[in-house]
C-alpha cells in the first residue's frame, strides 16, 4: 500500500507536556511505519493495555497509568497508526478498519504478551475488542468503557453529526474536541497537549478519516464485525462494562455486551461520572473498575 507522505510528529512536541513524563518505546512495523507506545511497571507483572480513541492519543491515560503501576501492574498504552508519537500517513486512503487491526495485532504479537487485560474506549474499543475476537488465547480478561463494535447499526444522530463534522468543518481543532466531549474544563496546557502530535493539516488525516471508517450503516467492515461478534460470544473470561452517564454516543450500548458476552455474568459493571472521554473524567473509577475486574480474573499481583 502507498501511503503518501508520511509525517513524524518532532520529538520537541512532546516536551513538557503536563503529567506526561513517560519515556516513548517504538516499534517499526513490517511496512516501515513506526508504532509509538508507553510500557511502564515492571516486566513480569501483570498487563493492562490500555487502548485509546480519536481523536486523542495515549496521552488520554496519563492519569491512570501512575495509580495502576503503583498497584503492582504493568501498563502499555499505544498510540495508534495517525496518533500521538506514532507515524502519520498524510494520504487519507491509507486508513483502513483493517489496516489499523492488522498493525496493532502485528505489534502486540511482536510483543508477545499473555494474560492481557484489555481497557479500551472509543476507536481503543473498535480496535481491541477486534483483537480479543482474533486473539482470545492472549486475554485473560476486557474492561469497556464508551465504546462498542458496531456491525452495520444506524448511526445515532450525534454520531452522525460528529461524521459530517470531520469530513466538512475547514477546521479540526484536536484539543477542543476533546474538551467538548469532556465534563470537566482542561487546562489550556492539556488543550495543548492533545494538540501537541498534530501541528499541521496533513497530520490529521486519520483524526479526519476515522469517523467514517465506523461501520454504522453500510460499510465493508461489517463482515469483519460479525465475525468478531461470533468469537466475543464465546469469550467467558470476565468482561466489565464501566460506561459513563453522560455521553451522548454510547449510552445504552452496554446492554448488548451484557446479553451477547458470556463474560460478562463474571464482570465488575458500574457506571463512571463524565462525558465521552471518561480517562479526563472519572479516571478514579476507570482504575478501579481495572482493579476489581482484574481480582476476578485472577491476575492480580503477587502481594
Known amino acids: 500500500m502507498s501511503f503518501g507522505k508520511v509525517f513524524r510528529t518532532p520529538d520537541k512536541r512532546f516536551a513538557n507536556l503536563p503529567d506526561f513524563d513517560f519515556p516513548p518505546h517504538y516499534h517499526e512495523l513490517s511496512s516501515g511505519l513506526r508504532l509509538h507506545y508507553l510500557d511502564e511497571g515492571e516486566r513480569d507483572a501483570p498487563i493492562v493495555l490500555m487502548m485509546h480513541g480519536e481523536p486523542s492519543w495515549c496521552y488520554l491515560y496519563r492519569h491512570m497509568i501512575p495509580p495502576m503501576v503503583a498497584a503492582g501492574y504493568r501498563v502499555i498504552a499505544p498510540d495508534l497508526i495517525g496518533f500521538g508519537r506514532s507515524d502519520k500517513p498524510t494520504r487519507k486512503s491509507a486508513f483502513t478498519y483493517a489496516g489499523h487491526v492488522a498493525w496493532m495485532r502485528e505489534w502486540l504479537e511482536a510483543l508477545d504478551l499473555s494474560d492481557i487485560l484489555l481497557a479500551c474506549q472509543d476507536w481503543g474499543s473498535l480496535i481491541g475488542l477486534r483483537l480479543v475476537a482474533d486473539m482470545p488465547e492472549s486475554f485473560a480478561a476486557v474492561v469497556l468503557s464508551n465504546g462498542g463494535l458496531p456491525e452495520g447499526q444506524e448511526p445515532p444522530k450525534a454520531f452522525a453529526a460528529w461524521r459530517r463534522f470531520a469530513r466538512w468543518s475547514p477546521v479540526f481543532p484536536i484539543g477542543g474536541i476533546l474538551q467538548k466531549a469532556t465534563s470537566r474544563d482542561l487546562s489550556v496546557a492539556e488543550v495543548a497537549a492533545y494538540d501537541a502530535p498534530f501541528p499541521t493539516r496533513a497530520s490529521k488525516a486519520a483524526a479526519r478519516m476515522f469517523p467514517a471508517l465506523v461501520p ?88
Open 216 to 303: 454504522l450503516g453500510a460499510n465493508v467492515a461489517v463482515p469483519d464485525q460479525k465475525g468478531a461478534w461470533a468469537s466475543l460470544e464465546t469469550f467467558d473470561k470476565p468482561f466489565t462494562c464501566a460506561f459513563s452517564n453522560r455521553d451522548p454516543i454510547t449510552r445504552g450500548g452496554d446492554r448488548q455486551f451484557k446479553e451477547r458476552v458470556p463474560g460478562a455474568e463474571k464482570g465488575a459493571h458500574r457506571t463512571l461520572q463524565g462525558h465521552h472521554f471518561i480517562q479526563e473524567d472519572d479516571p478514579d473509577g476507570f482504575v478501579a473498575a481495572i482493579l476489581d475486574t482484574a481480582r476476578i480474573a485472577g491476575i492480580a499481583p503477587e502481594a
